[in-house]
């Protein structure tokens, strides 16, 4: 069950919004007790089906941690007090969508490759370097951090849709595509006649 002490913000009222845009303030003690309760109900939610991360500004604490949880295979990881110390300059475009913007999806230009440096649960000073083929676990980081600063990717993306628009366009990308094949098919009949 998770602790119904903390609720995930979402941007559906004045009140939330103002909070999800409100920086967050560093960590000084890990072992706090309302740091580890708020990591408690962050690696549940994290580590539920379709979770990528989650930043703990989104549950109304403005303190600069957030958890990722990208090999399913293992528990969730918990990032404090981060920075970016390095970026890529290849960047790249793709949907991102956010617990705390239901609904909704969004592109938004993000670096390929990052290095963060950041505290884990102890307190230890850890590095990290987030680089797969395809961008995702770098673009993960970049939209925590921006969480972390009061920034939606909402408030970086010019382009964002409902999911029926995305599915939508999806679907008729892929019509566009079978058409494509299908007149190349018939050229290609024509051709051998
Ligand atoms: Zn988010």
Redesign the pocket.
Known sequence: MRNSQFKILTNDTEENLATLHRPAKRVKNPHATDIVFLMQAMKEICESPNVA?I?AT?LGKPVRIFALHLDKSKPCKFYINPKIVASSEETFEEPEG????PGQSGYVERAKVVALKFEDRNGNQKFEVFNDPTGFSAKAVQ??MD?LDGV??IDRSDRVFSEEEMEKAFYEAKAKEEKAAQDQAITDEILED
């Open positions: 991360g930043a989104q956010c617990l705390s913007v939209h925590e969480h939606l990717y």
